[in-house]
């Protein structure tokens, strides 16, 4: 029999693949801050934006990349 799916990626990877989108822009607006020239804001070396929000990101591009290569099982009829 052919295979039906023509893709390289079913369903379930185009979810997982927007799941971990929106973990990595969850991470990259975690690390989201503002210092100008005139005034200096020591709020910028925080916890968040230098710990979490960078982790959180990185754990976005890892689940980024088993987004693409998982494979659901599937159930084979002869």
């Known amino acids: 029999m052919e295979n039906k799916n023509n893709l390289g990626l079913w369903k379930i990877n185009f979810i ?3 799941a971990a989108f929106a973990v990595i822009v969850i991470g990259f607006l975690l690390m989201t801050g503002s210092s100008t020239e005139v005034e200096f804001n020591p709020d ?10 960078p982790m959180t990101a990185l754990l976005g591009f890892v ?7 998982y494979k659901p099982k599937t159930k084979e009829t002869k």
Request: aromatic residues 10%.
């Open 16 to 18: 997982l693949i927007a």
């Open 44 to 53: 910028i070396f925080s916890t968040r934006r230098i710990v979490i929000g």
């Open 63 to 69: 689940l980024m990349i088993f987004a693409i290569l």
